[in-house]
């Protein structure tokens, strides 16, 4: 304490030239904004209690929020698509270009094939086959599991499980809108007929397992178990939703998740041919019957798709046959006939020939019909959007002009898919690809419709050429012509049958091999834990925002706080002040009219820096008697009346004569902390009612003389600048060592600058995270204007914050007893902050 008393003083104990100097320079050095780490770290110390309570309500809410949400489960299956691995891997460019013509057909690419899974027609015709857009449960029961529910049901899946009378909804959906999300009663009768209604009005009449339309509403409703049948008056509750509202909540949301599965090999990406499809919903079981339900879907269609396609041209092929094989038991019947009545058995070599060739020609005629309508079919299915192309039609159509517009088509397709996952619809590269596909498709279709023109050309000829050779036979003789006519119609009927035999075979080839190799791989199941909420990381995560708020809150009142944040950053601004002294922070001495005056502990942290404070001013102050200090601050709250007369009572203690004048007439309230008369006192001293020696009183405790400032009268500054104030300080001069002045902050009022005029040395109050830098600065201004000798004196500082203070209980001597929770929260507050 010597050695910190010394290197102080020294310091203080500057020439009154020196500070005065170091003033007119300038009032604030400039520069000594920075953050000061040390005040940082002691306000986030001071307040901990912010953060950890904001930590703590934080936690608090996610636990009732987590505890009253519905827990989220995922369920997941996989699909493999067998089609998709075979048509990739066939080299052709024609082929890879018919199936990307098809769009929808085997041989698509895995990025549309996951496009299929998820494209809207899918995922409703999905959602009515599950009925996850329904709810059904007992009148009087609420739908839906929280999470408390399931952390007491033992974390299992079997709470879901519904009950024996539990009904479920499938092939729902509402055109009327007013029915939609909206509670509706269902009313059994006997033999499972019902009603639903809403409110008193029927909107729809069933029975159990079977479907049911009605205005504005259809659905088939079921029960879970097939032998239960709801009893007479039974009531259940529904609630209807449109697939499409589910399917756009589904996309919103992103509840739906198909991707394909990848893989990697030696480091290099693989290719893989399966399809992870899985879906998130309250209800586990729910979830999983919609995943279950979209895989059926998908390989239902895609079948369907496949076969269709192909048995169209089988189907064709097929009634011709039947036309023909008609028609050609019919000629050949004729043909015996006649030959039995005419007895003519046989033809001429000419005509002979006549009907063979006759014969070539309907065959090529039946070629080309078969042609145009491949052509026609094409046509039509290129012409409209998403439609299915006929693989057997592309592979019937033998054109390399086709079959190289279809490779270009491909590639051009493809390179589509990779820049649609790049850039937007309007990007540069995106339009130029599209402007190329729609060049390719146009080529296609001219190509198509100039291939039409050409078989409608070649019937036109063939047509000709038949009814010349028509024109022919009918030179022979009448008898014979009859026989010629029977036998021209069974030969060329005969070679028609064949002929389309023989493409019969061929479709029924392609049919054989377009069966979709698509399977399910992994059934859909349930994951036993849900996905959200995530209890612990959910309330850890929230405690940790809380906590994160709050230092938050606490770095920005320091950031933004108007006061000086230490005392190092205040001497950093005013280097030229002398410091007098600094005080820690004690709410135990703190003046108030509860409490009164206290003087501290004699080996606390505060009365060690009272002492130390009053060494300084020794060291500062001339010898001698009467000396005039006058204690002033900027702010009511910096404890300037508090230092004032702990100051004082130091003196005393050191055996010196002190007087303490209450020279706030605005405001006292001394009289009322020291629990004596408000008068007399100044006030009636200024105005002549009472002379000082009558307002004197004497403090045993601690041994000063105290004037109060008496009744608060109508104009105070012209009181204080009277005479009569210069003329008492006159008469106390030598029979006081220490006179001091308690005076009202300034600049809020100016009393200061006239009671400053008959003080020898001016005592500044600021205190630290209080006083605003503004007004300290305007209140140093006013009183530099005095040209009196100022000291610093700072107040509020943290224990340990500057120059080690924490004086007290040093030296091994016991401190007082604290009993009970303080004990134990003051131990472990030093364990947490070391």
Do not use: C
């Amino acid at each position: 304490m010597t050695d910190h008393t010394t290197s102080q003083s020294s310091a203080n104990s500057a020439p009154l030239g020196s500070s005065h100097a170091g003033m007119a320079g300038g009032n604030e050095v400039e520069g000594g904004d920075e953050i000061d780490l040390g005040a940082l770290f002691q306000a986030l110390k001071e307040g901990w209690r912010l953060p950890v309570l904001l930590g703590g309500i934080a936690a608090f809410l996610a636990v009732v929020v987590v505890l009253l949400s519905k827990p989220v489960f995922d369920a997941g299956g996989s699909l493999y698509l067998g089609s998709a691995e075979k048509s990739q891997s066939v080299s052709s460019g024609a082929l890879s270009g018919f199936s990307l013509l098809s769009g929808l057909m085997q041989g698509s690419s895995m990025a549309t094939q996951v496009d299929i899974v998820r494209s809207r027609s899918f995922v409703e015709q999905a959602i009515l086959d599950s009925g996850i857009n329904t709810e059904v449960w007992q009148a009087g029961d609420q739908p839906g599991v929280h999470f408390w529910n399931w952390l007491l049901g033992g974390h299992s899946l079997s709470i879901y499980a519904p009950p024996s009378t539990a009904l479920h909804a499938v092939l729902a959906d509402v055109t009327d809108p007013s029915l939609a999300k909206t509670k509706l009663t269902v009313h059994f009768s006997s033999a499972g007929h019902y009603q639903i209604t809403k409110g008193k009005q029927v909107v729809l009449q069933g029975q159990l397992g079977q479907p049911a339309v009605g205005p504005g509403i259809r659905l088939e409703l079921r029960a879970v178990n097939p032998q239960y049948i709801p009893q007479s008056q039974a009531t259940y509750r529904l609630s209807v939703q449109t697939p499409r509202s589910v399917y756009n909540a589904m996309t919103r949301n992103g509840t739906l998740g198909v991707s394909q599965l990848g893989g990697s090999s030696g480091g290099t990406a693989k290719t893989t041919y399966i399809v992870s499809v899985n879906y998130r919903d309250t209800d586990p079981v729910a979830a999983q019957q919609f995943v279950q339900a979209l895989m059926h879907t998908y390989l239902a269609k895609t079948h369907s798709w496949a076969t269709g396609q192909a048995g169209a041209t089988y189907d064709y092929l097929s009634a011709q046959m039947h036309k023909i094989r008609t028609a050609l038991s019919a000629a050949d019947t004729r043909l015996a006939q006649y030959q039995a009545q005419s007895g003519v058995i046989a033809v001429s070599a000419g005509a002979q020939a006549l009907i063979k060739q006759e014969a070539e020609y309907e065959t090529q005629r039946s070629q080309f019909k078969l042609q145009l309508y491949a052509l026609q079919q094409l046509s039509r299915q290129i012409s409209t959007p998403n439609a299915q192309v006929n693989p057997y039609i592309l592979s019937s159509i033998h054109d390399p002009v086709l079959d190289k517009l279809s490779g270009r088509l491909a590639a051009a397709q493809t390179k589509l898919s990779s820049l649609e996952k790049l850039y937007t619809p309007a990007a540069p590269q995106v339009v130029q690809i599209l402007a190329e596909i729609q060049s390719i498709q146009s080529a296609t279709s001219n190509l198509i419709d100039n291939q039409e023109k050409s078989a409608q050309q070649q019937l036109q000829s063939l047509d000709t050429l038949i009814s010349q050779y028509q024109g022919k036979m009918g030179k022979f003789p009448q008898a014979e012509l009859k026989v010629i006519s029977l036998t021209r119609s069974s030969e060329v009927l005969g070679k028609l049958y064949m002929f389309l035999l023989q493409k019969q075979e061929e479709a029924a080839i392609n049919k054989a091999s377009t069966i979709t190799k698509n399977r399910i791989l992994d059934t859909a199941l349930v994951h036993d834990k849900p996905v959200t909420p995530k209890a612990k990381e959910d309330v850890i995560l929230f405690g940790l925002l809380g906590i994160f708020l709050g230092l938050g809150l606490v770095l920005g009142r320091f950031l933004m706080h108007p006061g000086f944040r230490s005392d190092e950053e205040l001497r950093r601004h005013y280097p030229f002040l002398p410091l007098y002294g600094l005080l820690p922070v004690s709410g135990d001495v703190s003046l108030t009219k509860r409490d009164g005056f206290q003087l501290p502990e004699a080996r606390s942290g505060f009365g060690e820096a009272i002492r130390l404070l009053r060494s300084n001013l020794y060291l500062a102050t001339a010898q001698g008697h009467g000396q005039i200090l006058m204690a002033s601050s900027a702010t009511p709250q910096d404890g300037k009346s508090t230092v004032s007369y702990q100051l004082a009572a130091a003196l005393a203690q050191d055996g010196k004569k002190v007087m303490v004048i209450d020279a706030d007439l605005r405001k006292p309230h001394i009289h009322e902390v020291f629990r004596i008369a408000q008068a007399p006192g100044l006030a009636g001293i200024l105005a002549g009612r009472h002379s000082w020696q009558e307002s004197v009183r004497q403090i045993k405790e601690p041994n000063v003389d105290l004037i109060t400032a008496g009744n608060i009268p109508p104009n105070p500054s012209e009181y204080i600048g009277t005479d009569h104030f210069a003329q008492m300080l006159t008469e106390m001069r030598p029979l006081y060592d220490y006179i001091l002045l308690d005076t009202p902050p300034f600049p809020m009022v100016g009393d200061s600058l006239l009671l400053g005029r008959q003080a020898d040395r001016i005592l500044t109050v600021v205190r630290v995270n209080g006083t605003p830098r503004k007004a300290f600065k305007e209140h140093l201004q006013g009183l530099m204007s005095l040209e009196k000798p100022l000291g610093l004196i700072i107040n509020g500082i943290r224990v340990n914050a500057t120059y080690g203070y924490g004086y007290g209980y040093h030296y091994g001597e016991p401190g007082p007893a604290v009993k009970g929770w303080r004990r134990m929260l003051r131990g472990w507050l030093q364990k947490l902050w070391g």
